[in-house]
């Protein structure tokens, strides 16, 4: 949910229908106590990464090292990005579902075009987010169906809201969930598994900010569920990466 250029210290608004997402008390006493618990990882989050990490990273990919100018705040950084590509060069995605757009899908759709030339559909609740990395990518001569996607209460038993998705294919290779921010609820992610049945046998599901407090809840409950998945933490960057393959 970042574009190229610097983000500030606190989330925007939850795009265009912010005004008819009401948080209740309950909510936001969660957010209040896993944000008191979770300052530290919440610090940890503005970093993107060390600065030949990303160079290296660019590197790798063929890209000009002032493309990808400002990583930290709310962007993914190069731990995670450095994951989303390892799996692309291994695997060789057909299809990468994205939720929540910016850096991340900068250095997809490269190593897709790269490796396979797989598709990136990604979604994000601020359209300007969306148009703006739609451009980006364009300058780069990279191209991604992106999309925006308002927010809705959550399905099933997760708390908060999650995104109005439509139109995706029944296969999914690979899913990278990186929003919605966790300002909405600690647990809002919860709800990306409503597509875990459309993951492939092999396919991988990557979450940013794993070691937060909301997201190893969420992650023991995931376990519980889908037995069929071998999840695990990967702790290589400041905010962790929850890493899910479905068994074959």
Known sequence: MTTRDAT??????????????????TDWAHILLFGAIGWPW?????????????????????LP????????????????????????????????????AGASSFITARAL???GGGRLISF??????????????????MD?????????????????YWYDIAALPD???????DGPPWT??????????CLFDRISPGGVVLLDDGARPGERILLQRWRQRWPDFEFRLDLSGAKGTVIGIRRG
Do not use: C, Y
């Open 8 to 25: 500030g210290l606190l989330p925007r608004s939850h795009g265009a229908h912010a005004r008819e997402i009401v948080t209740s008390l």
């Open 42 to 62: 919440l610090l940890r989050s503005l970093s993107g990464g060390r600065l030949q990490d990303k160079i290296a990273l660019l590197d790798r990919l063929g």
């Open 65 to 100: 090292h002032d493309s990808l100018p400002n990583l930290g705040s709310w962007k993914a950084d190069t731990a995670l990005l450095g994951l989303i590509v390892d799996h692309i060069e291994r695997a060789r995605p057909a299809v990468v579902v994205e939720l929540g």
């Open 113 to 115: 075009q790269r490796h």
């Open 124 to 141: 994000d609740q601020h359209q300007d987010f969306v148009e703006a990395t739609r451009g980006w990518l364009n300058e780069h001569g």
């Open 144 to 160: 991604a169906d992106m999309r925006g996607a308002a927010l809705l209460p959550a399905p099933g038993d997760w708390p908060g």
């Open 171 to 177: 296969r999914i290779d690979m899913l990278v969930i």
């Open 184 to 193: 909405i609820h600690p647990q809002v992610r919860g709800a990306a598994e």
